[in-house]
């Protein structure tokens, strides 16, 4: 079943604070949408993952997946249909196959999916270079102390996400933080790939790939301030397009130092 998310006037608070993490939020995500959440840091983007999560409860509002209220009920059946790159994803002491297989023990998916589902994450080569292939043991206490760079493991982050083959929600917190601009790129390309077929919420800082979703919500203190294409909200001229700006003109800066 595909998803879709409302928001219905949200209001949320961490326990012991006034502030208002998301305050009087109401949105409609269709089901298939691929949607960026942007905004500064303590903006509300990862509380609104979370609370779509069923990590927390508004103490306003409601949120309904599909049109239901979002009860225990629903919570679990969202968490089924979701594959999530998180920030604090795991770094298992293991293989490199153990490492992407572990979100769907019970299933094996057939070598050529596999191959697919490394080029989509673009770690086919990573892989490639190791002496064991997938079943090479990775971790800082594996037997020969082969450890991967935070790009490396954000990558197999990913493919562990991609191998719930029949999930409808993808959830992807700052996918590309660890990345070098190169292998960002790459993920880019594969982008649309991934998320066929599936309602996709991104959170990033970086705003290039913005130009590949289907909408954008913009979050500032809590509040939904710009909600639509990259096109139209430069357009538009205000917050998000003075981001946008001031990240190019960081990118133009990096690139005279050289």
């Known amino acids: 079943e595909e998803v879709s998310i409302t928001f219905d006037k949200v209001t949320f608070s961490y326990p012991g604070s006034n502030r208002k993490v998301i305050d009087d939020l109401s949105v409609r995500i269709k089901a298939g949408e691929t949607v960026a959440i942007v905004g500064e840091n303590g903006s509300g983007k990862s509380t609104f993952i979370n609370l779509v999560m069923g990590f927390y409860t508004p103490q306003q509002g409601e949120i309904a997946v599909n049109g239901a209220p979002l ?9 089924r249909s979701t594959a999530a790159v998180f920030q604090d994803f795991c770094h298992y002491e293991g293989t490199l196959r153990e490492n992407i297989e572990a979100s769907e023990m019970n299933t094996k998916i057939d070598e050529d999916a596999l191959e697919r589902l490394l080029q989509e994450a673009n770690i086919k080569e990573l892989v490639d270079r190791q002496p064991g292939g997938l079943d090479e043991e990775i971790g800082q206490f594996s037997k020969t102390g082969n ?10 982050a990913l493919a562990r996400a991609l191998y719930r083959r029949d999930t409808k929600l993808m959830i992807l917190d700052e996918p590309t933080a660890a990345l070098d601009p190169l292998a960002e790129a790459e993920l880019y390309r594969n982008f649309a790939k991934m998320t066929a077929g599936k309602t996709t919420l991104l ?5 290039g790939i913005t130009h590949m979703v289907d909408r954008i919500l913009v979050f500032c203190e809590g509040k939904l301030v710009e909600d639509g294409t990259h096109d139209s909200l430069m357009e538009k001229d205000g917050y998000y397009a003075e981001m946008y700006h001031a990240q190019a003109q960081w990118y133009q800066k990096d690139e005279a130092d050289e």
């Open 71 to 79: 009860d225990e009920l629903q919570i679990s059946k969202i968490r």
């Open 203 to 207: 959170i990033s800082h970086r705003l």
């Open 147 to 156: 450890n991967l760079s935070g790009g490396q493991w954000q990558r197999v």
